[in-house]
């Protein structure tokens, strides 16, 4: 038996011990027994580490490093992958909310696979699940993997036709949009689309609402209790910066008339006299005559800005996030209004979660050596390490409330 280290089992001592079996030492029987017995026991340690993360993702504390869920921050320090850990922290919830399978998979009577279908339909009907427990979880340990995946697809689509909602009438051919604001300042939308402008809007749309439910369920604090609705219109918001997000025509001329005096950059104080009374402003070019950096003249971001962050990036730059640069925005490192300028030297790319994050919780991003590099707020550098199973030493005592959500009060102990 491994010992207790502060009141934890010392799993490194236990896999040790197991380890050091001389396997080929074995006669046929034992080898026999012991393939069974280790096979349960990965079931089991499989169960144990999905109830351990689905209870990490509701306590929240991975929140505090700017991780986006439970998942995201083991993915960071073991090499997992985090669709496998999130697939775990589903088991660990139909665990929880199905509890007659508590004992069976603490015996490692369920594999990882049985336990990813019935995650599946409690997760798609969790009421029918609830009460058609006995009967999931019996079939559960009775079939075999393959046989069990096919059982839970049938119960899924008995109980889709007991959930499916009263259909609704089509849209009308006709593409119309109405947006009106409010006495509040809030705004109207309204419409109607023919059968293929809606297709491609719904499509569109269901997609960014797919990419919201799955961040919903990877424990993104700003997409809780949000219903269909709700997200939907998020997606239209979101779709709308996307939009926003790109250049304008190189023939549009916003600004007023400007005389631009092209110097090298050391005579750049020899300007003094003629930029009398006149708005100067500094543009520095690359060398095929992009424009790298235009100081304090703008705050936006022009797309040879964006195109050279992007390259140098490649992805959102906080640790252990891997959004693409569609996902991102260009964060003033120093904040334009603090007197950051905007240029490739400033700019670095953050995903809207961590764009956020880090302008609410202070966290600092700075350009050093080239490379962004991120930082707590009192300074030190944020560094994700394989393996590393130290707690945040950082993390604040009182963690937000919707990062510590609880989704149940019932807890599981395997």
């Known amino acids: 038996m491994a010992a207790a280290v502060g009141g934890v089992l010392d799993i490194r001592a236990a896999t040790v011990a197991l380890s050091e079996t001389d396997v080929a030492g074995l006669c046929d029987d034992e080898l026999a027994g012991f393939v069974v017995e280790v096979e349960a026991l990965l079931n089991a340690v499989h169960a144990l580490s999905s109830v351990a993360l689905e209870v990490l993702e509701r306590r929240g504390t991975w929140a505090a490093e700017g991780a986006r869920s439970a998942a995201g921050w083991a993915a960071g320090r073991t090499g997992t992958p985090a669709p496998s850990l999130r697939a775990r922290v589903r088991a660990g919830k139909a665990l929880r909310m199905l509890p007659t399978a508590a004992e069976p998979a603490r015996a490692g009577a369920l594999s990882p696979d049985h336990l990813t279908a019935l995650a599946s339909c409690e997760r798609r009907h969790p ?3 609830a009460r058609d427990e006995d009967l999931l979880v019996g079939q559960a340990v009775e079939l075999d993997a393959g046989a069990f995946r096919a059982a839970a697809r049938h119960w899924e ?3 889709a036709d007991v959930d499916a909602p009263d259909a609704l009438p089509g849209p009308e051919p006709v593409d119309e949009v109405y947006l009106s604001k409010t006495l509040d300042g809030r705004y109207i939308l309204n419409g109607s689309f023919s059968e293929a402008s809606g297709e491609l809007l719904h499509a569109a749309l269901g997609a960014e609402v797919d990419r919201k439910l799955r961040a919903a369920r990877d ?3 700003s997409f809780a209790g949000l219903v269909t609705s709700q997200l939907r219109a998020a997606a239209m918001v979101d779709l709308a910066c996307q939009a926003m997000r790109r250049e304008p025509s190189e023939s549009s001329v916003p ?3 400007r005389v631009a005096v092209i110097v090298p950059f050391d005579k750049y104080d020899d300007l003094g006299l003629a930029a009398c009374d006149a708005l100067a402003f500094r543009v520095v070019l690359g060398a095929d005559g992009e424009v790298l950096d235009v100081g304090r003249e703008s705050r936006r971001w022009s797309a040879p800005i964006r195109r050279a962050v992007t390259i140098r990036d490649s992805r959102c730059i906080f640790p252990g996030c891997d959004r693409p ?5 260009i964060h003033h490192c120093e904040e334009w209004e603090h007197g950051g300028e905007t240029s490739v030297g400033n700019g670095a790319l953050l995903c809207r979660h961590h764009h956020t994050f880090v302008h609410k919780e202070h966290w600092r991003i700075a350009i050093e050596h080239g490379k962004p590099v991120t930082r707590w707020p009192d300074g030190t550098q944020h560094v994700i390490r394989r393996w590393d ?11 937000p409330g919707a990062a510590r959500k609880d989704y149940n009060t019932r807890d599981l102990r395997i």
Do not use: E, I, K, Q
């Open 389 to 399: 199973t130290t707690p945040p030493s950082h993390a604040p005592s009182n963690m």
């Open 127 to 129: 009421a029918l699940a």
């Open 325 to 329: 640069p569609s996902w991102c925005d």
């Open 157 to 159: 689509g008995c109980a």
């Open 255 to 257: 600004d007023r008339y």
């Open 219 to 221: 424990g993104d604090p």
